[in-house]
C-alpha cells in the first residue's frame, strides 16, 4: 500500500512540473555531473542528520530583543540575515502550511495554471522566474536567466474577499491567512527594535513613517495591506550546472521571512565574499533584511545578497513572506533620493526589461555608481 501511494506520488509530481521543468527529472547521475558538487550535497546531508548548524547564522530570539541587543545589532549590520527562534508561530501551522503547500504544488500542471489563470483570482501561478509584474505575469528575461522554481503569489491584502474553487487552494487560503496575523506581528516587532536601535526617531523628527508621536509603531513602513506570500516549488535537476533555483539578488521588501523544507538545504547568502549555507531547522524561521531597510537606515543594515542551489534528487518547498512599506509612505534618508515602494518597484521592472537585471538600491542614491 505504501509502495503503491509512493510510486503514485513521483508519476504525479513529474506531471506536476511545469513541461519545461521536466527535462532533467531522472534519477541516474548524469555521467557530466561535479563529483565535488555531489560531495558537497552528501557533507549537507550529513550535518542535517547531526542537527547541528554547521554554518554560523546569527542566532535571533524574538523575545530578547533589547537584552540581546548586539547580537541582533551584529545581525542586522554585518550579516542581514538571521535564524529567528521562539517565534510563537505553533509548530503544527508551520508543518501544516508545508504539507498544505506540497499537496498543491503536487496537483497537475495544467490545475495549477488553470485555476490560477481565472480573472478574478489574486493568487497567480507561475514558473521559471520569480520577477512578476504587479498583476502577477512573469517577467520575460530570456532563455539565459531562466530558474529552475515554480510557485504561487498570493497577495495577502485580498485572501479574506477572494473564495477559489479548487479545494486544496482554500484550505492554503485560511492557513495563510492564519499565518499572515503571525507574520505582522513579528515583522512589526523585528522592525520597531530595529527602529529603536537606529535611534531613527530622534534624528527624523519630521518623519511620521517610522513611529507617531504616541511611540505606536505606525503601519507606514510595514504594511498589512500590501503584504505577499511567495511559496515556492523547487524541483530536482540531475544537472545542477543547468542554473538556480533562484539567482542571486537581493529582496526589494522591509524584511523577508522565509519558513522552509526541513529536509533541503539549498539557500546560500553572502557574507564577506563568501558563499554560505543555510541549513534547514525545524521551528525555526529564517529573517533577511530587504532593500527597503537598507534605504530606511540609511545603508547601516544591509540587504542581503542570496540565491538558491538546485537539488539533484529532491524538490524543495519554501514559503516566503515579504513585508513593504504602505503605498504612500516615503522613505527619507541623507543617502537617497525620497522615494516611495511603488517607485522602487517601477524602477526594478523597467531595469529588467531594458536590462535582464535588477539595478536597485543604486538607482536611489544621491550620487549614483551603476
Ligand atoms: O526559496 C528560498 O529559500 C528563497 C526565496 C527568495 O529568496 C525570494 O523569494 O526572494
Ligand atoms: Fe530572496
Not at 316 to 325: E, G, L, T
Not at 329 to 351: C, G, H, L
Request: hydrophobic share 30%; glycine share 4%.
Amino acid at each position: 500500500m505504501l509502495h503503491y501511494s509512493s510510486n503514485k506520488r513521483t508519476m504525479n509530481n513529474l506531471e506536476s512540473y511545469p513541461p519545461i521543468l521536466r527535462h532533467h527529472h531522472h534519477h541516474h547521475q548524469s555521467p557530466e555531473s561535479d563529483p565535488n558538487e555531489s560531495n558537497n550535497d552528501l557533507i549537507d546531508d550529513v550535518a542535517q542528520d547531526s542537527g547541528l548548524d554547521p554554518s554560523p547564522v546569527p542566532v535571533i530570539d524574538l523575545e530578547c530583543l533589547e537584552q540581546e541587543k548586539e547580537g541582533f545589532e551584529e545581525a542586522c549590520k554585518d550579516w542581514g540575515l538571521f535564524r529567528l527562534v521562539n517565534h510563537g508561530i505553533p509548530l503544527t501551522l508551520l508543518k501544516e502550511l508545508q504539507e498544505q503547500a506540497k499537496e498543491l504544488f503536487s496537483m497537475p500542471y495544467e490545475t495549477k495554471h488553470d485555476t490560477c489563470n481565472e480573472s478574478a483570482s489574486p493568487i497567480t501561478y507561475f514558473w521559471g522566474t520569480p520577477a512578476l509584474t504587479p498583476t502577477g505575469t512573469a517577467l520575460n528575461r530570456g532563455p539565459k536567466n531562466f530558474n529552475w522554481v515554480e510557485g504561487f503569489d498570493v497577495p495577502l491584502g485580498q485572501l479574506s474577499k477572494f473564495q477559489p474553487h479548487l479545494p486544496t487552494l482554500d484550505s492554503i487560503r485560511l492557513l495563510l491567512m492564519e499565518y499572515e496575523r503571525h507574520l505582522s506581528r513579528i515583522a512589526t516587532t523585528i522592525f520597531k527594535a530595529m527602529i529603536k536601535n537606529l535611534d531613527l526617531n530622534n534624528n527624523n523628527n519630521n518623519n511620521n513613517n517610522m513611529m507617531n508621536h504616541s511611540e505606536e509603531c505606525s503601519p507606514s513602513y510595514v504594511s498589512r495591506e500590501t503584504g505577499m506570500v511567495r511559496m515556492y516549488r523547487y524541483p530536482p535537476c540531475t544537472d545542477t550546472s543547468i542554473g538556480w533555483g533562484m539567482e542571486v539578488h537581493t529582496d526589494s521588501s522591509v524584511l523577508s521571512i522565509l519558513n522552509q523544507d526541513d529536509h533541503v538545504s539549498a539557500l546560500q547568502f553572502l557574507k564577506d565574499d563568501q558563499w554560505l549555507t543555510v541549513k534547514p531547522l525545524s521551528n525555526t524561521l529564517i529573517v533577511n533584511l530587504g532593500d527597503m531597510m537598507q534605504a530606511i537606515s540609511n545603508d547601516r543594515y544591509k540587504s542581503v545578497q542570496h540565491r538558491v542551489r538546485v537539488n539533484k534528487e529532491r524538490e524543495r518547498i519554501s514559503i516566503c513572506y515579504f513585508v513593504f512599506p504602505a503605498e504612500d509612505a516615503v522613505i527619507e534618508s541623507p543617502n537617497y533620493k525620497p522615494f516611495t515602494y511603488n517607485q522602487f518597484r517601477e524602477q526594478v521592472q523597467q531595469d529588467i526589461k531594458a536590462l535582464g537585471y535588477k539595478v536597485g538600491l543604486p538607482r536611489f542614491k544621491h550620487s549614483q555608481h551603476f
